[in-house]
């Protein structure tokens, strides 16, 4: 056999020896998300405070939300006066735009004479952002198309702006926020709304966002939609009425909803981000590199025992 084809053969077989060793040596595939949450320990979740979690009974099921004094605490106190007061109990969800919000409240458009307010404020500063000293913010490494940098406070999507020092809540999917008029100042928690709908982050910074959902979201996504401008229900279609709204400091324990969240500030919240940023199911044949911050999963569970 010529010199040259042997050169040749031996060769290959080096390259077929070494493709063989880095097969070998190959790392294992990236686990999914749903095997980062099952190996998960004990304080990679956190529980939260029942003075933060309102409880939205309606006849389908309760609608767990968790408030964000971090960003809104005035408004957040008012939201607690009128849980306490049960200014909520007895209206309705009167408002189902595609691919926008569910509002509820006591709706002032339908002529009933005002409720009161009780123990709240009927006037609040507007809380569309916040400075950004004494925030926990863990940012995302992806470009955001609405701010510089964003990531999460304490499980809540949030966008910062570090020349001006400021931070806001951004308006994802399940985001709690509270209606105003044309003035910014006009709203004081009475009225308020959650996204059903494709993130419109166009509103950051022109509302005041208050919490977000953490389970129940589908009772709101799944009603239907009203047929009036900007998806007020009319003719026939009747709101769905609100049973109660209640914080879950004042139901008693054994009437609560055990919940945990995944906490956002942790190498496994990171993992987790990965897993969805490039999925390794056997199902993508093409990895995206990118996640949109309204993406990211918040995974809430019931602990064990």
């Not at 529980?47 to 408030?67: F, K």
């Not at 735009?97 to 509820?104: E, K, M, R, S, T």
């Not at 499980?155 to 001006?164: C, E, I, S, Y």
């Amino acid at each position: 056999m010529h010199a040259t084809t042997l050169s040749v053969l031996g060769a290959t077989a080096v390259l077929v020896g070494i493709a063989g060793i880095a097969s070998a040596e190959a790392p294992p595939p990236a686990p999914t998300m749903q095997a980062l949450l099952d190996a998960s320990q004990p304080g990679d979740w956190r529980t939260p405070d029942p003075e933060n979690l309102l409880y939205m009974d309606l006849d389908a099921g309760r609608v767990v939300i968790e408030l964000a004094p971090q960003f809104a605490p005035e408004h957040v106190a008012n939201i607690r006066a009128l849980a306490r007061g049960a200014f909520w109990d007895g209206t309705t969800v009167y408002r189902v735009q595609d691919n926008f919000v569910a509002q509820f409240g006591a709706n002032v458009e339908d002529g009933a004479p005002p409720k009161p307010l009780g123990e709240a404020r009927d006037h609040l500063p507007a809380e569309f952002e916040r400075a950004s000293d004494g925030l926990a913010f863990h940012p995302l490494a992806d470009a955001d198309g609405w701010a510089a940098e964003v990531g999460f406070v304490d499980g809540f999507p949030a966008a910062r702006d570090a020349d001006a020092g400021v931070s806001w809540m951004a308006h994802c999917y399940g985001v709690l926020g509270a209606g105003r008029g044309a003035e910014a100042d006009s709203s004081n928690g009475t009225e308020l709304y959650v996204v059903i709908g494709q993130s419109p982050r166009q509103l950051d910074r022109n509302i005041t966002q208050v919490g977000r959902v953490l389970q129940g979201i589908e009772l709101l996504s799944a009603l239907p939609r009203g047929t009036g401008p900007l998806g007020f229900l009319e003719g026939e279609a009747q709101p769905t009425p609100i049973r109660a709204i209640r914080l879950a400091a004042d139901v008693a324990a054994d009437a609560r909803t055990p919940l945990q969240v995944l906490r956002t500030d942790t190498p496994l919240f990171d993992a987790v981000v990965e897993a969805r940023r490039n999925r390794s199911d056997d199902w993508y044949l093409r990895k995206a590199g990118h996640i949109d911050l309204c993406n990211v999963p918040l995974p809430v569970r019931t602990p064990a025992g």
